[in-house]
Structure formats: structure tokens, C-alpha cells
């Protein structure tokens, strides 16, 4: 797996807003590879930038949100600095893009069969019958049942497991190698987040596409994913293989996380059933603590940490490490 | 169920009356005759029947506000959405204008073009349109702009779709509502536009007739020939009223 190709190799990217009473850093000095066929998970609390990430890879962070330096490389290309037609062109047809909560991302007034198709005809030159046809395919690809009744349905007659299908059928509508899926199911029931975690597996297959999934359920990211980008306040703290950091967290912020989930496991008896939770709240983002940002909620770290941001430290398998105590 | 009836009566109104409206019919006897079974709104100075005039003078009327509004709306839901999608600098642009241009008096307007460029039903509707698209522009602006930020609109960008796309298939189909309340309560002001203007002589010229100029032309006569002045005031009454009623009543739809 390791040594498929370098689909999405993001370079030292940074995402601030700009506003009046400060520059909110969102995304900080982030490096990220996703090789084809790879499921990438990124993960993080609420407001640790993983949306303003997703959203940079395709340059649509919304105002006053800038992508200040660095790059992101699509199959060996620049693409940070295309024009916004050359941008839309990619968008939707290389790149696809779930975006969170699928209760409001559908267009009320118009049939959602209509929303797929008219990906299709925008990205290829097709008939009208012909686009129909293909969404009906795919359609029933997401496996939505009645699909020449849903293709006529509005966003409001449908549930939100079969929203979320159709929100997959548009990001899905034109064969990309990369699909970005932000939270894809964190507004789902449990029993629909199953079906739709298994769907997006089989899929990925089926299109032999890559995944960057970002979400803030580890249960879900051990499930899906390959690789795992821990995120905390804009910064990628650790990243390695999903094996490695399950059975082996190295930055204290990635075991905090990994303790603060109950866990189910009747072997290992003293660790079930504690969950510690973590102390304190992410910091504002305005207002970033010194050093690095993670230490006023660090078990471990002294006053040399309220220097300097701790650089990488790389080690094998392709993983690194942003801590100077953390003993590697 | 008024206006839809105001609608049809003036529609067929060549079906309906037994008199051609500006016939003058033995001017010195059917002067002012006051209403009966031969006329039922009586007759006015020239003997021309009344209830014919408020039916081809409604007729105007409505032709006038109609196409009005058609086209103030039509410019400003283009102008106003493209302005609200694309916002920050064009956004301002755009706005000042209207801004600028909103700042004019209307009457002042329309009564320096009708003097400079003379007076007629198309040119009234060409100076209505050109006055009457900058608020609805600026209304449509905000809905769009508020429009913009939801998440449905993000998600068609990420899909590539074209700009222009965006704003017709899924901006501007969303604020057909309030488009439509617009449009209904524009077309009662713009009656009521018409009618004040033909009142005072600028707006639909003599002897064809608009409830404004048959208004006009009981003016002198209120006290004895009150028939002239009242029949077609009770017609912009009923209509207006109507327009506005209906006019709420999609607002309160859509909220």
C-alpha cells in the first residue's frame, strides 16, 4: 500500500482568517500525503481545523478565510494557485467532496435527482436522457431503493441516511480519484452510520478511489482507515499508520483522545471501562498559548515547551511525532 | 376572487360594454348622464360611457403595471443576485449604483423625461421599469446574500458547477417566493403610480383612457357628476387592496 502513488501531497499549508479583532490560524504548517487507494483519517476536536483543511484542498474556504503559504500538489500538479474556473473543473470531477450534515446540504427546491445530474452534465458532455440514466445507475450504486421516485423527491420528503446517499452520489457523480468526506456521518443515527460507513467501504472499491476522511469518531477512523493525521488546534500533532497509533500513541494528545473513548474489550480488564477524560478545552484559536499549543492541557510537558512549537520527529512506517517529551 | 374578476372584466372588456369608449354619442344631449340601464356608470363631458372607460382605462392600467413590474423584476433579481453571490468589491460597486440611483425622486423623473421626451404608454413603462428594479435589486440582494452562506450552495460549488449555474438553478429558484410577493405588491403600486401621473396629465394622454386619466376627467365636475370620478376610484380601490391582501398573504406563506 505504502508504495502506490502520491495522489494529494499537501506541502506546509496555512489557513488564516483575517479578521478584526485577530488572525484565527486555522490550518498551521500542515503536511499530508494521501497515496491512491488509500484511506487517510484526519482527526480532531470540534475547531481543530479539520473543515477549513478540506475546504483548502479545494480553495473554497469561505471569507475571510485565505490560504496564506504553502502547497497542495493533485497528481503532481500545483493546484493551489489556479484560476477558479481551471479550480472548478477539478472540483467535482477529480476531487469530490461530502460535506458535513446532509439535512441542509441538498437544495430545497429542487429534485435531488436533478442535483446529481446536473454534475454529470456539467463535468461531461451529455443528453439530458443520458445523464438521467447514468444518475439512475448511480443512484442505485448508493444503493437507494426506488430510485425513478427519489429522482423527482425534494430534500425535505427524504430521511437523512438517504440524503447523505444522495450527497455520495454527487461526490461520486463523476468517477474522482479523491474523495473528501468531512464528518459523513456524524448527523446520522447509529444504525444508518453503519450502513453508510460499509457503503463509502464498498464504494472505495469499487472506484478504486482514495479517502480522506475526517471525523472526530476514532471508532470510526480504526474502521476505515489506513493511515491516521491526529489534528489539534490547526496543527497536525502526530500521523501514522491506523495500526501503529491504536496499539502505540506516542504524542500525548493522540493517548488523551485514545482514553477518553469507553472501550469495549474484556481482556485487557483494567483499561475497560475507565474513560479519562480530557482536561481542559481546546485553546482559542486567536489566542494561541506559547511553544506548543498543546501544553497547558499536557500531562507531561514542563516550562520548555512554552518555547518553541515542537518540530517532526520522524520514525519508521512513514511517522511522525510534534513533541519534545514524548520520548522518541 | 376581486381581483381575479377585475382581471377577466378588464380583459373582455371589449365583450362586455355595448359602447366603444371613446365614442362620443350626440355630445349635447348624453352629456353627464348619470347612471342607468343604458349606462351603467353613467356618461362623462363627451357622452363617452363610463363603465367602458373603467373597463379599457383598467385595462391600460394593468398592461402598464404588469409589464412594469415584469421587467423591473426580471432586471432586479439578475442584478441583485448577481451581486449578493459574488459580494465584497463588485457587490459594493453594484450597490452604490443603485444606491445613487435610488436617491432620485420618481415623480421629478418622470416628469422631466415626459417633458423632454414627450409623453406615451411605453415610454411611462420604460421610465417605471428604470425607477422601480433598484429596490428590488437590493431586496434580492440580501436573500441572496444570506442565501449564500448555506451549505447547500457550498456544496454546488464543490461540485464544480459553474457560477452562473449557481445563481440560476439554485440561488435565484430560491427567492421565487418573495420574488412573487414583491411582484404582486409592485404591481398595486405601480397602479397607483400610473393613476396619480395620468392624473396630472403625464402619464397616459387623452382621449385614450387609464382610471387615472378617467379620475382626471371628472375632476372638475366631482360635485354633480360624481359618477365619473367614483366609479373608477372604487376600481383602483378594489384592485390595490386586493394586490396587497394577496401580496401579504404570500409573505405569510413563506414564513
Not at chain 1, 479578521?19 to 500525503?33: F, S
Not at chain 1, 474556504?61 to 497528481?75: C, F, L, M
Not at chain 2, 447547500?152 to 449557481?166: C, D, S
Request: charged content about 20%; hydrophobic content about 45%; aromatic content about 8%.
Amino acid at each position: 500500500m505504502k508504495t502506490s502513488a502520491l495522489l494529494l501531497s499537501i506541502k506546509s499549508l496555512q489557513t488564516h482568517f483575517v479578521k478584526r479583532e485577530g488572525i484565527v490560524k486555522a490550518v498551521v504548517d500542515v503536511d499530508l500525503n494521501i497515496h491512491q487507494g488509500e484511506t487517510l483519517g484526519l482527526v480532531g476536536e470540534s475547531g481543530s481545523g479539520k473543515t477549513v483543511m478540506a475546504l483548502s484542498i479545494v480553495k473554497l474556504v469561505p471569507r475571510p478565510g485565505r490560504i496564506v503559504s504553502g502547497t497542495v500538489e493533485y497528481k503532481g500538479r500545483n493546484i493551489t494557485n489556479l484560476s477558479e474556473k481551471e479550480m472548478s473543473r477539478i472540483r467535482g470531477k477529480d476531487i469530490g467532496i461530502i460535506l458535513q450534515d446532509p439535512g441542509t446540504a441538498l437544495n430545497p427546491v429542487m429534485p435531488v435527482g436533478e442535483q446529481i445530474s446536473e454534475v454529470i452534465r456539467t463535468h461531461f458532455s451529455m443528453k439530458r436522457k443520458e445523464a438521467k440514466q447514468k444518475t439512475y445507475e448511480l443512484m442505485r450504486k448508493v444503493q437507494l431503493p426506488n430510485v425513478e421516485y427519489i429522482y423527482k423527491a425534494y430534500a425535505h420528503q427524504l430521511s437523512g441516511g438517504l440524503k447523505q446517499r444522495i450527497l455520495i452520489a454527487i461526490a461520486l457523480a463523476c468517477r474522482p480519484s479523491l474523495l473528501i468526506a468531512d464528518e459523513p456521518t456524524t448527523a446520522l443515527d447509529v444504525s444508518i452510520q453503519s450502513q453508510i460507513l460499509s457503503l463509502l467501504k464498498d464504494l472505495k472499491k469499487e472506484f478504486t478511489i482514495s479517502l480522506l476522511l475526517i471525523t472526530h469518531d476514532l471508532s470510526i477512523v480504526s474502521e476505515m482507515a489506513d493511515r491516521v493525521a491526529v489534528m489539534y488546534a490547526g496543527r497536525i500533532v502526530e500521523q501514522a499508520a491506523v495500526y501503529d497509533l491504536f496499539t502505540n500513541p506516542i504524542h500525548p494528545y493522540t493517548k488523551a483522545l485514545l482514553n477518553a473513548v469507553p472501550k469495549i474489550d474484556f481482556s485487557h480488564s483494567e483499561r475497560s471501562g475507565s474513560i479519562a477524560p480530557l482536561e481542559g478545552r481546546v485553546p482559542d484559536m486567536m489566542n494561541l498559548p506559547h511553544g506548543c499549543t498543546f501544553h497547558p492541557r499536557c500531562p507531561i510537558g514542563d516550562e520548555s515547551c512554552q518555547k518553541d512549537y515542537p518540530g517532526k520527529t520522524f520514525l519508521d512506517n512513514g511517522r511522525y511525532v510534534t513533541c519534545f517529551k514524548s520520548g522518541v | 376572487m376581486v381581483l381575479g374578476s377585475m382581471i377577466i372584466l378588464t380583459i373582455l372588456s371589449p365583450l362586455i360594454t355595448r359602447y366603444d369608449p371613446n365614442a362620443q354619442v350626440e355630445p349635447a344631449l348624453s352629456r353627464y348622464q348619470s347612471p342607468s340601464w343604458e349606462h351603467w356608470f353613467g356618461t362623462d363631458q363627451f357622452g363617452r360611457d363610463v363603465f367602458s372607460r373603467v373597463l379599457f382605462g383598467g385595462r391600460i392600467s394593468l398592461i402598464i403595471a404588469v409589464s412594469v413590474v415584469f421587467l423591473s423584476v426580471m432586471i432586479g433579481v439578475c442584478y441583485g443576485a448577481v451581486s449578493g453571490y459574488f459580494g465584497g468589491l463588485v457587490d459594493q460597486i453594484l450597490m452604490r449604483f443603485v444606491d445613487l440611483f435610488l436617491s432620485f425622486p420618481v415623480i421629478f423623473l418622470v416628469v422631466t423625461c415626459m417633458a423632454l421626451f414627450g409623453s406615451g404608454i411605453s415610454l411611462l413603462i420604460v421610465v417605471l421599469t428604470l425607477t422601480g428594479w433598484l429596490d428590488i435589486a437590493r431586496l434580492i440582494r440580501a436573500e441572496v446574500n444570506a442565501l449564500k452562506q448555506r451549505p447547500f450552495i457550498l456544496k454546488a460549488r464543490a461540485a464544480g458547477l459553474r457560477t452562473l449555474r449557481i445563481i440560476g438553478r439554485h440561488l435565484i429558484p430560491n427567492v421565487v417566493i418573495t420574488m412573487i410577493a414583491i411582484a404582486v405588491i409592485r404591481v398595486a403600486d405601480i397602479i397607483l403610480i400610473e393613476t396619480a401621473l395620468s392624473f396630472i396629465g403625464l402619464g397616459v394622454q387623452p382621449p385614450t383612457a387609464s382610471w387615472g386619466s378617467v379620475i382626471n376627467d371628472g375632476r372638475l365636475v366631482l360635485t354633480s357628476a360624481w359618477w365619473v370620478t367614483l366609479f373608477p376610484g372604487m376600481a383602483i380601490i378594489l384592485t390595490t387592496m386586493s394586490l396587497y391582501v394577496i401580496g401579504d398573504g404570500i409573505k405569510a406563506l413563506h414564513h
